[in-house]
């Protein structure tokens, strides 16, 4: 969307935090630069296998815990056993930066230590359903940012999958932090809007979207 028409932080719910536009496009950049590196290797990007027998229509890959319905392991069981890419220190420090952008917060920023990212490619056609992340032991906020195409993202509730819900508009380096009542609230993803990203993100067609956890776990875990 033009630049020229401002898009303000907005409080979408209590603790929901949408601030647009928040990544300059160098910082979109080096993030699809390092997202394609771990695209490929130690663990592949994939289709994530859901329990009943289908698959995700978007694309997956993990850092620092891998994700798999529906727990956090060291190593990729469902994909090729390999041990995750650790988790580096450059993005927690960008969590950290976007806690404190989102909140104003500096000791909520400076206690907010991400282990885990998901990092989720959209083609054209990929959605995601209605769903709650709560397969993570600690209830530290959730920071997404987003590149490429645009989505409209639906945010509803924490009852149920239904409505009331609001769509939102995400688009290339927008910034999301979903922390405190709004943690456990009920989001997905029913549309990307294709050709809609910029190029000279790196990303030539497709959104990426990066979320960072605190799994709350442990290597005594597993
Ligand atoms: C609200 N990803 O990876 S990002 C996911 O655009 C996920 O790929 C979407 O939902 C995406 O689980 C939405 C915004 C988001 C991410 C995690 C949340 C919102 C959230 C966790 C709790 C509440
Ligand atoms: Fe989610």
Redo the contacts with the bound molecule.
């Keep these: 969307m033009s630049a020229l028409i401002p898009r303000p932080p907005s409080v979408i719910a209590p603790g929901?935090v949408h601030v647009p536009g928040w990544l300059t496009l160098a910082q979109q950049r080096r993030l699809v630069e390092a997202c394609r590196g771990w695209a490929g290797s130690p663990v592949p990007m994939r289709n994530t296998a859901l329990p009943r027998g289908g698959v995700m229509s978007?694309q997956t890959v993990c850092i620092g815990w891998h994700w798999q319905p529906y727990r956090y392991t060291r190593t990729a069981g469902d994909v090729n056993g390999e041990r995750v890419a650790p988790f580096p220190d450059w993005m927690v420090d960008l969590g950290r930066r976007a806690v404190l952008a989102a909140y104003r917060d500096e000791a909520a920023a400076g206690e907010y230590s991400p282990d885990t990212a998901?990092i989720?490619f959209?083609d054209e056609r990929a959605t995601?359903g209605m769903?709650?992340?709560k397969d993570e032991r600690a209830g530290d906020p959730?920071v997404?940012l987003?590149i490429g195409d645009s989505?409209v993202?639906r945010?509803g509730n924490t009852a149920t999958r239904t409505r009331p819900y609001t769509d939102i508009e995400?688009e290339s380096g927008d910034l999301?932090v979903?922390g405190g009542p709004?943690?456990?609230?009920y989001?997905?993803?029913p549309r990307v809007r294709a050709g809609t990203g910029d190029p000279a993100t790196g990303l030539p067609r497709g959104?990426l979207?990066i979320?960072m956890r605190v799994t709350g776990l442990t290597d005594t875990d597993r």
């Design positions: 929901a978007v998901l989720n959209y995601l769903h709650q992340d959730v997404s987003s989505c993202f945010v995400l999301f979903f709004s943690r456990y609230i989001h997905g993803v959104r979207n979320t």
